[in-house]
């Protein structure tokens, strides 16, 4: 069975950096994609990037466009999520989740996701 866990979290000046990682665990990553999603309190979680297992097909939301960079690393069964020029929005908590290959950009948006992480806190202070 996947399990994924999220680490990297913290807290961070803004325009500060972090790295979020996701590993997962019990299955190969192959014909899985993978997305990073953020919740607020009080708002729904929301897909920051998704990535298939092939690395071929990305998906960015708008407001972390030229901010951040997903990227995954099937040998050691870890999905990053750089996050460079971190602002006060971009604070919440981050969960990795995981579903059978599909389009990302439909994964990010629908949050389309099988198995998902325990989450880790991302703070940027004002």
């Known amino acids: 069975q996947l399990q994924l866990v999220e680490s990297g979290g913290g807290l961070v000046q803004p325009g500060g950096s972090l790295r979020l990682s996701c590993a997962a665990s019990?299955?190969?990553?192959?014909?899985?994609?993978i997305g990073w999603f953020r919740q607020v309190h009080g708002t729904e979680r929301e897909g920051v990037s998704c990535?298939?297992?092939?690395?071929?097909?990305?998906y960015y939301r708008d407001s972390v466009k030229g901010r951040f960079t997903i990227s995954i690393d099937n040998t050691k069964r870890t999905v990053y999520l750089q996050m460079n020029s971190l602002k006060d929005t971009d604070t919440g908590v981050y969960y990795c989740?995981?579903?059978?290959?599909?389009?990302?950009?439909?994964?990010?948006?629908?949050?389309?996701?099988?198995?998902w992480g325990q989450g880790t806190q991302v703070t940027v202070s004002s």
């Open positions: 989740g995981a579903t059978p290959a599909v389009d990302v950009q439909a994964m990010c948006q629908l949050r389309i996701a099988s198995s």
């Open positions: 019990g299955v190969s990553l192959d014909h899985l994609a």
């Open positions: 990535i298939s297992s092939s690395d071929d097909d990305i």
